[in-house]
T-cell receptor
Framework: DAGITQSPRYKITETGRQVTLMCHQTWSHSYMFWYRQDLGHGLRLIYYSAAADITDKGEVPDGYVVSRSKTENFPLTLESATRSQTSVYFCASSELAGIQETQYFGPGTRLLVL | GQQLNQSPQSMFIQEGEDVSMNCTSS?????WLWYKQDPGEGPVLLIA?????ELTSNGRLTAQFGITRKDSFLNISASIPSDVGIYFC????????FGKGTRLSVIA
């Protein structure tokens, strides 16, 4: 299906484990983004990418790693999960940057770290 | 990081009532966006505003780009139960700057 998808939709893991959240978009958008959403904090940007092999830190990058070897994929890895990383994670993509930027969001991954 | 001040944080209204929410910033933005997030879903774009003073409608939703370019407003007329969700404003930067959201509850 066309659009932006995330997998898994739900994940339970334990403290210290490595977890990778997947994001895939079919529009060939240049820009991709990872956010986390927590009560009282709204959407906080973790990392973003302007193109394949180009990534930049957002507001809350610590404890996360990203890669972008292909335009359509932007995986987010928690190298050693902590309880504070329990959250809902959203991936987004946009075709353009600047004044005409419109981000399209995936359905989210709900992560619980025990 | 830069933040937008979005208010109110939450609202409980009766079905049929009109709703107003706003977003302010200390910085100027050239584009304002309004998103809605349904429960359990990702945010979806409702309205985009590109010009200071612009008033744009999308069905029962009307949004305005403030003339100072430091604020934006969203109004929902005659609310219905499916209006429930979180409404986010966003100001144009790369990446976008989001407000913390207004959580709307509609009582039938």
């Amino acid at each position: 299906d066309a659009g932006i998808t995330q997998s898994p939709r739900y994940k339970i893991t334990e403290t210290g484990r490595q977890v990778t959240l997947m994001c895939h978009q079919t529009w060939s958008h240049s820009y991709m983004f990872w956010y986390r959403q927590d009560l009282g904090h709204g959407l906080r940007l973790i990392y973003y990418s302007a193109a394949a092999d180009i990534t930049d830190k957002g507001e809350v990058p610590d404890g996360y790693v990203v890669s972008r070897s292909k335009t359509e994929n932007f995986p987010l890895t928690l190298e050693s999960a902590t309880r504070s990383q329990t959250s809902v994670y959203f991936c987004a993509s946009s075709e353009l940057a600047g004044i005409q930027e419109t981000q399209y969001f995936g359905p989210g991954t709900r992560l619980l770290v025990l | 990081g830069q933040q937008l001040n979005q208010s109110p944080q939450s609202m409980f209204i009766q079905e049929g009532e009109d709703v107003s929410m706003n977003c302010t910033s200390s910085s100027i933005f050239n584009t304002w966006l309004w998103y809605k997030q349904d429960p359990g879903e990702g945010p979806v774009l409702l309205i985009a505003l590109y010009k200071a003073g612009e008033l744009t409608s999308n069905g029962r939703l009307t949004a305005q780009f403030g003339i100072t370019r430091k604020d934006s407003f969203l109004n929902i007329s005659a609310s219905i139960p499916s209006d429930v969700g979180i409404y986010f404003c966003a100001g144009q930067r790369t990446p976008l700057v989001f407000g913390k959201g207004t959580r709307l509850s509609v009582i039938a």
